[in-house]
């Protein structure tokens, strides 16, 4: 079984660029959140993808944008970098089923710093 | 608005000890809590899950209460050790939120010898 990765590990962009986060879920999982973590706090949900379609979103503004993949892979997008953008970047698999409350499966982030 | 605190203080206690944090929330009503190990530079990591019709769930060293009148929740490990340093999260999830979570900001604990 093969754990959820994520790529790049570190990324260094200056403001306004545009940058692209990828992750690969865990097999089987068919669904993706992903999550920013500034230092010192907890994770902040930005989005979910649920077999490919959107399912619920955070408090992020529309710059803030993904894919899912039928493969059930992701990307996170990001246009118009801004300095608070630096963070770790997490992305968590899980399987969803109907009434049940699963358990996430983290990849290890990618870090952005914003310069 | 909706709130979740966790103690922001490191907890330091020394081994063989039973180590208590806190999750405390309000404005939320949570259909589940979870409860996550993050590592410095690392992804959390999923330890336990109680439901709002559970009151303890027990894991190995690990324990977990639930009190949905109080909105709180006590995460309890025994028997401590240096390996369990780590900082600790608690997550609350909704009835109808699919598995979106909302996360405490953490407690950092430290074991020592």
């Known amino acids: 079984e093969t754990g959820v990765t994520q790529s790049p590990t570190h990324l260094i962009k200056t403001r306004g660029q545009q940058v692209t986060l990828r992750c690969s879920s865990q097999?089987?999982?068919?669904?993706v959140s992903w999550y920013q973590q500034a230092l010192g706090q907890g994770p902040q949900f930005i989005f979910q993808?649920?077999?490919?379609?959107?399912?619920g979103r955070g408090n992020f503004p529309p710059r803030f944008s993904g894919l899912q993949f039928p493969n059930y892979s992701s990307e996170l997008n990001v246009n118009a970098l801004e300095l608070d953008d630096s963070a770790l970047y997490l992305c968590?698999?899980?399987?969803?089923?109907?009434?049940?409350?699963?358990?996430?499966?983290f990849g290890p982030g990618t870090r952005l710093t914003v310069l | 608005s909706q709130k979740i605190e966790q103690n922001s203080e490191a907890l330091n206690i020394q081994e063989g000890k039973t180590a208590t944090l806190t999750c405390n929330y309000t404005?939320?009503?949570?259909?589940?809590l979870q409860w996550y190990r993050q590592d410095p530079g690392r992804g959390p990591v999923f330890l336990l899950l109680?439901?709002?019709?559970?009151k303890e769930k027990r894991k190995e060293r690990l324990k977990v209460t639930f009190d949905t009148t109080l909105k709180q929740s006590l995460f309890h490990i025994t028997a401590s050790q240096p390996a369990d340093s780590a900082t600790y999260l608690c997550?609350?999830?909704?009835?109808?939120?699919?598995?979106?979570?909302?996360f405490g900001t953490g407690t950092q604990l430290k074991v020592e010898l």
């Open positions: 968590a698999s899980s399987l969803s089923l109907p009434a049940s409350y699963n358990e996430q499966f």
């Open positions: 097999s089987g999982h068919n669904t």
């Open positions: 993808y649920y077999r490919e379609e959107e399912n």
């Open positions: 404005n939320y009503s949570p259909a589940y």
């Open positions: 109680i439901r709002e019709n559970e």
């Open positions: 997550a609350l999830g909704i009835t109808g939120g699919g598995n979106k979570l909302t």
